[in-house]
């Protein structure tokens, strides 16, 4: 488990962190969404101990990371912008992390390279930046840490090696102890893979909820209902989040469980009502709506 | 878990990743070593008889010695490009992201670095050492003092490299930007130094009586200052240093051992220093020009108080009028002015940011004016100044041009080592117990005389303040004080005195007749040196031959010489013509140059009775005199006073008058074959080869007028010698001829 209580971090004048905390369980793929300039990088980079907090601590396994070798060696770190050794092929990036990283499984490295159709002795500089961050999630996945930390890996990517990584994501937390932090600016990419997400937002977090929690408890309604007054009783027993209305359409956002709303509804007898899956996208644009943020200007 | 053997796995990566370093010093050691020596000894092989030393001893006591100085400046750039090249990483965000993501320790790693940089040079550089020594023992001129000698080179070598190496990595963990990391180990590399020649140049420039005799007057490391930068400390290593005694001097070049400790020291302890900051340095420092920025102000300040000043001289040497403060304050504030605006743009990596810290902007100009004030208007009274007499222990006097010593005294048999007869003084003399020394000094220091220095024009003659000026400067001289205080330092000074002051003439003839002084004054003296010559070379009007003397015969001539020289006086100097000089020769083992002189030319004078009788008694007499019918004819040209003359008054103002550069005269000789005519020629004239240096003090040679003698006999000596009249007696036949 990852604990960042407190966390502050300046950049001279600038505040790139500001009093982060943070809880990411270990066996769940962490989100980290914030636009750019939000502190996801820094933070990824302090909790990878490549940076040093101003202030708080960040606890790995309880350990501190911060020029803590052992702790490092279950953390391998990709970042936005991966650094490969000059005229580097596959094969020697991994000769490297081998060096590092001792349970570096080099076999299936080679495996997964040919599953990529990377070729291993091909110099990385003449890759695609597709290719490079193919590589970089390969690199990471072969060192075999308990922690990974993607920095905007999945830009750049197209959408059969999204897919193609997040199986091998998937095929890791559930064969070993595997916690992925995932930072993007695209809630999209996020929402069929994180099961926890956090918001950043100029420094510090807005909010950190279970994904699957936060879509059980939120839907969107599309309804008819039989006259204004019917509608106007139904929509004032229900906890709104959201409500629109185009010609005698309802499209409502409601906090509740599914059937919770829809008994309340139901007793109605509405002309038409349904349940329409929430992106995470809608999710997220609702509550930050409700603790007063327009989550349009902050992530897209 | 991480191999235990990571660090040496580090090590062997950043080799591989850096295998261009150790192939680039590999080609520049080779260029270096193996191929200067391939040269040197091709010479040899060629032409033997150029050295008056063996290839064993040149391979021992040169290549692997004297020399080594070379060889540093190639290890030097070698530690910058190993230190530069193995910490740029530092520079760069995203290999800080990668390298100190990696799970190993700062620590571990920044050693890790160091000792693989420290490698990337030993290895090719040892290599070539090796191949070095095969070549020579190929040749068989290794011996187990070369193999020793070898031992030190590379030892020295590494400590050379180690300290340069360190800087490098402090001066690339103190920035984040390449280009700034190179300039930071260029100027922490050479700061001291840069600050010894500031000083030097200040103290020069605005200090009338500046004087360097320590380092045979090396700014480069001021004793002052203290020298932490790398080059100072190289520069003091390889220089040899003063030898003041014999014993000293007789040694071949060898290192300054006990500077070896220093250098090591430094080397530790800039290891440390670039260690701790690494460790202290922030991962985001990459990208930005300064990684701490508390040191920001400090580094300004640093670098832009002493360069303006830099710029200053440079404006000055760029002009006509280099004595001018115009051009210096013009330069001074140019420079401060480019170099604030400067810092501030390299700090903010934008020209937006030029004009911001107006503050940091005003602090440095306040310190720079400062600085100029204390020089300029000498606020610490260093020209004034003259230790008390409680605070003396004892004193050094050098007078200028008084006794006709050589420029360099050549004080051992190599060649290698010289000293002037000023720093010969100070080193050897201490005069005690002589109030006229101290009271020489603090009319010297209150006078306060100095030459004056005007810009010529055409008819500038013309103009009373110049000559008035120039008259009165006739009589300047030059006098070195080196005052050797209790408390164990030596503070040296220059004076100009007036010697048609009757005070200042009355103490300069107390000091000059001081045995002590006489004694001090010339090696020939100090029984110490223990000197044997190969030759004596005994001048005078007439004949100039070198006679070959037993060590008996030599030390009785220099008994004799030195009796009657303790006896000379200032006004016999100054009034009585020497009949002729003695030289101290060294023969050369070089074929081509058969003699060096030792100690330059001792005048011998007409009141040196014993000497005079004792060289006659070896073969020559001084004092004899040509007669008209060994000449064939003698010719006498008259010189004019050379029109860029206004030169020499302006910048050697010393002897404006007797000085002046002569030149001859458009028309011709005019010739004298009669033997009347001849033979008062002949009684009245003198060599003109003692001249030169009896000018600062006599005035008894008119040299209006040069005589060529042409012997009947071209075999003898000096057949085409140039002489010329005392003054008063020009005969009048040479007064009134038309043709001259």
Request: glycine share 6%; charged share 20%.
């Amino acid at each position: 488990m990852i604990t960042a209580a407190n966390v502050t971090k300046h950049f001279g004048e600038v505040t790139a962190v500001n009093d982060i905390s943070v809880t990411i369980r270990s066996g769940e793929v962490f989100g980290l969404i914030g636009t750019n300039g939000a502190g996801k990088s820094t933070f990824l980079r302090m909790a990878s101990g490549v940076l040093k907090p101003d202030s708080g601590k960040i606890l790995m396994d309880e350990q501190p990371v911060y020029e803590n070798p052992s702790v490092k060696a279950d953390i391998f770190y990709i970042p936005d912008d991966q650094y490969f050794l000059p005229n580097a092929t596959p094969r020697d990036m991994a000769g490297f992390y081998q060096d590092y990283y001792a349970s570096f499984d080099s076999v299936r490295f080679d495996e997964m390279l040919g599953n990529f159709q990377l070729k291993p002795d091909r110099r990385i500089h003449t890759f695609s930046k597709g290719m490079k961050k193919q590589l970089s999630v390969l690199l990471g996945i072969c060192a075999n840490t308990k922690y990974l930390f993607c920095d905007e890996t999945f830009d750049g990517l197209d959408p059969v090696m999204r897919q193609a990584v997040k199986s091998i994501f998937a095929g890791e937390l559930s064969e070993r102890d595997f916690t992925p932090v995932i930072a993007s600016h695209n809630l999209r990419e996020l929402e069929d893979i994180c099961d926890y997400v956090g918001i950043l937002h100029q420094g510090g977090i807005l909010m950190q909820k279970d994904l699957e929690e936060m879509k059980l408890n939120i839907h969107n309604v599309q309804c008819v209902f039989q006259n204004a007054e019917e509608e106007k009783t139904a929509l004032g027993l229900l906890e709104l989040v959201k409500a629109e209305k185009r010609g005698s359409l309802n499209n409502i956002t409601v906090r509740g469980s599914e059937k919770e709303i829809m008994e309340k509804i139901n007793t109605f007898s509405p002309v038409f009502a349904e349940i329409v899956p929430l992106t995470l996208e809608e999710i997220f644009i609702s509550e930050t709506e409700v603790v007063g943020y327009d989550i349009k200007k902050l992530i897209f | 878990m991480i191999s235990k053997n990571l660090f040496f796995k580090l090590i062997k990566q950043d080799l591989k990743r850096r295998i261009w370093c150790p192939i680039l010093i590999f080609v520049a050691c080779f260029l270096s070593l193996e191929v200067r020596m391939l040269m040197s000894m091709e010479e040899f092989v060629r032409y033997p008889n150029r050295h008056s030393y063996s290839l064993t001893l040149y391979i021992r006591e040169y290549f692997f010695g004297r020399e080594a100085l070379i060889m540093s400046i190639v290890v030097c750039m070698a530690a910058f490009l190993c230190g530069l090249s193995g910490y740029a990483y530092l520079h760069s965000k995203v290999q800080i992201d990668l390298y100190h993501s990696l799970p190993v320790s700062r620590a571990r790693f920044f050693w890790a670095r160091y000792v693989s940089g420290v490698m990337q040079f030993c290895i090719p550089f040892v290599l070539n050492v090796m191949i070095c020594t095969g070549i020579a023992a190929g040749r068989k001129v290794v011996t187990a003092e070369t193999v020793l000698a070898i031992i030190s080179f590379i030892g020295i070598q590494m400590t050379i490299f180690v300290l340069a190496y360190s800087v490098a990595v402090i001066a690339a963990g103190l920035t984040g930007n390449m280009i700034i990391g190179i300039l930071g180990t260029g100027v922490l590399f050479s700061y001291s130094a840069v600050l010894g020649l500031l000083k030097y140049l200040m103290a020069a420039r605005f200090y009338d009586t500046y004087k360097v005799y320590e380092n045979r007057g090396n700014f480069i490391f001021d004793s002052s200052i203290w020298n932490f930068s790398p080059l100072s400390m190289i520069i003091k290593f390889f220089s040899s240093p003063t030898n003041t005694t014999m014993a000293e001097a007789q040694k071949f070049f060898t290192y300054d051992t006990s500077y070896v400790g220093v250098l090591l020291i430094a080397a530790v302890l800039y290891s440390l220093a670039a260690y701790l900051i690494f460790m202290k340095r922030a991962s985001e420092a990459a990208g930005k020009p300064i990684a701490f920025r508390i040191a920001e102000p400090v580094i300004k300040t640093m670098v832009v108080l002493p360069f303006s000043f830099l710029s200053g001289f440079f404006f000055c040497a760029m002009s006509s009028r280099s004595d001018a403060d115009t051009w210096f304050v013009f330069g001074v504030i140019f420079g401060f002015t480019v170099l604030c605006i400067l810092m501030e743009i390299i700090y903010r990596l934008s020209l937006r940011g030029a004009l911001m810290h107006k503050k940091q902007f005003l602090f440095n100009a306040v310190c720079t004016a400062l600085v100029f004030v204390v020089f300029r208007y000498d606020v610490t009274g260093y020209d004034t100044y003259v230790p008390a007499d409680s605070q003396l222990q004892s004193c050094a006097v050098s007078i200028s041009d008084l006794i006709p010593l050589g420029q360099e005294i050549r004080v051992n048999e190599f060649g290698m080592h010289y000293l002037s007869p000023g720093e010969y003084r100070m080193a050897n003399m201490e005069l005690q117990g002589n109030p006229s020394v101290m009271e020489l000094a603090r009319k010297a220091a209150k006078e306060q005389l100095a030459f004056r220095y005007f810009d010529y024009y055409e008819g500038i003659e013309e103009s009373p303040e110049y000559m008035e000026t120039l008259e009165r400067q006739d009589n300047y001289r030059w006098i070195d004080f080196g005052y050797k205080l209790s408390n164990g330092k030596t503070l040296y000074r220059t004076y100009v005195i007036d010697i048609a002051d009757p005070d200042t003439l009355r103490l300069l003839s107390e000091i000059f007749e001081d045995y002590n002084y006489k004694l001090a004054s010339t090696p020939l003296f100090n029984d110490s040196w223990n000197l044997t010559f190969d030759a004596v070379r005994c001048e005078s009007n007439f004949r100039s031959e070198d006679i070959t003397l037993t060590p008996q015969m030599q030390s009785e001539l220099i008994g004799v010489y030195q009796k009657e020289y303790m006896k000379l006086t200032l006004d016999t100097i100054i009034n009585t013509p020497p009949v002729g000089s003695v030289d101290f020769l060294f023969r050369d083992k070089n074929e081509e140059m058969l003699y060096t002189s030792y100690s330059g030319k001792m005048y011998v004078y007409p009141q040196f009775t014993e000497t005079l009788a004792l060289i006659k008694e070896y073969g020559i007499d001084m004092q004899e005199r040509l007669n008209a019918e060994d000449v064939a004819v003698i010719r006498v040209k008259k010189q004019n006073l050379y029109s860029n003359s206004y030169y020499h008054r302006v910048y050697y103002g010393t002897y404006e008058r007797r000085n002046e550069m002569y030149t001859s005269v458009e028309n011709d000789a005019v010739e004298y074959t009669d033997q009347e005519q001849i033979q008062e020629i002949l009684d009245n004239i003198v060599s003109d080869s003692f001249i030169w240096m009896a000018r600062g003090y006599a005035d008894y040679y008119d040299e209006r007028y040069l005589v060529t003698i042409q012997f009947e006999k071209s075999d003898l000596m000096y057949s085409y010698a140039t002489h010329c009249f005392l003054k008063g007696q020009l005969p009048a036949f040479i007064q009134s001829e038309k043709n001259l």
